[in-house]
């Protein structure tokens, strides 16, 4: 389905915070941190600099022949210096 415009037809079940107060409670801030970026400006600047500074670093190395590999920290399963 190909369209030219989309128009939203449904309401906001959660308002945005206030305009003036903002997003002031921190835990709130670190559980939605969709709403932080939404609301803090701030936020998205530092946002965009840290994907910035992240993808300079991984085209370097990447091109300097270094693979990235992730290795599970939190893993359910007991390895490592922990096994009996």
């Known amino acids: 389905v190909n369209s030219r415009e ?9 308002p945005l915070p206030d305009k003036w107060k903002g997003l002031r409670d921190v835990e709130q801030r670190y559980r939605q ?13 530092v ?5 910035s500074l992240l993808r300079s670093v991984r085209t370097t190395l990447e091109s300097e022949g270094f693979m990235e590999v992730e290795t ?5 399963i007991a390895g490592g210096a922990s096994v009996k």
């Open 72 to 76: 599970p920290m939190l893993h359910p």
């Open 33 to 45: 941190r969709y709403l932080d970026l939404i609301v803090n400006t701030e936020g998205r600047r």
């Open 47 to 51: 946002l965009r600099a840290r994907t």
């Open 6 to 14: 989309i128009f939203l037809l449904s309401k906001c079940v959660r």
